[in-house]
T-cell receptor, first 112, second 113 residues
Framework: NAGVTQTPKFQVLKTGQSMTLQCAQDMNHNSMYWYRQDPGMGLRLIYYSASEGTTDKGEVPNGYNVSRLNKREFSLRLESAAPSQTSVYFC???????????FGPGTRLTVT | AQSVTQLGSHVSVSEGALVLLRCNYSSSVPPYLFWYVQYPNQGLQLLLKYTTGATLVKGINGFEAEFKKSETSFHLTKPSAHMSDAAEYFCAVTKGNFNKFYFGSGTKLNVKP
């Protein structure tokens, strides 16, 4: 039982490049989330998916897109990376929206 | 409007001393409240949560928190700090439709020998 897995662990992009961050969970959870963590700002919700087939914007969605591919997988795409998107990205999942969330190990992204 | 406020971005205590990490929330509806811990280069792990019922909640590693509605607070305490408690701690709240979690900005706990 791996929990929540994220790939890649580290990534360096040049401004304007695109990439997709992958997330998968094996706990049969309904809800999945993408956060970014920046120093002194805690975690900010980018997008979430309350159930398979649905996605909604969070607090900071600009510059990102998501896909809930199936119940297990929830990907985050940066179409044209900007230095302001340098951050640590965490994926999380929960059984129901009000339940505790389980976090992946994070992806450290640097945009130069 | 800020949903969760954590007072003190850095807290330093001596080993064996009381740990008190403060969290205040803003909510017009009953919230669900959580404390998470993050060790360096890792994801967040749940310490404890308050949903309904008993307002004093016990979590892992000897931590506990008390939900005080009148003070809109959910402070985290531990009677005796251990070196292994050094980490960053986040308070979080979910409310309303519960689809969104709001995290505080975090408090880094340093434990001195």
């Amino acid at each position: 039982n791996a929990g929540v897995t994220q790939t890649p662990k580290f990534q360096v992009l040049k401004t304007g490049q695109s990439m997709t961050l992958q997330c998968a969970q094996d706990m049969n959870h309904n809800s999945m989330y993408w956060y970014r963590q920046d120093p002194g700002m805690g975690l900010r919700l980018i997008y979430y998916s309350a159930s398979e087939g649905t996605t909604d914007k969070g607090e900071v969605p600009n510059g990102y897109n998501v896909s809930r591919l199936n119940k297990r997988e929830f990907s985050l795409r940066l179409e044209s990376a900007a230095p302001s998107q340098t951050s640590v990205y965490f994926c999380a999942s929960s059984d129901r929206a009000r339940d505790e969330q389980y976090f992946g190990p994070g992806t450290r992204l640097t945009v130069t | 409007a800020q949903s969760v406020t954590q007072l003190g971005s850095h807290v330093s205590v001596s080993e064996g001393a009381l740990v008190l990490l403060r969290c205040n929330y803003s909510s017009s509806v009953p919230p669900y409240l959580f404390w998470y811990v993050q060790y360096p280069n890792q994801g967040l792990q749940l310490l404890l949560k308050y949903t309904t019922g008993a307002t004093l909640v016990k979590g892992i590693n000897g931590f506990e928190a008390e939900f005080k509605k009148s003070e809109t607070s959910f402070h985290l305490t531990k009677p005796s700090a251990h070196m292994s408690d050094a980490a960053e701690y986040f308070c979080a709240v979910t409310k309303g439709n519960f689809n969104k979690f709001y995290f505080g900005s975090g408090t880094k706990l340093n434990v001195k020998p």
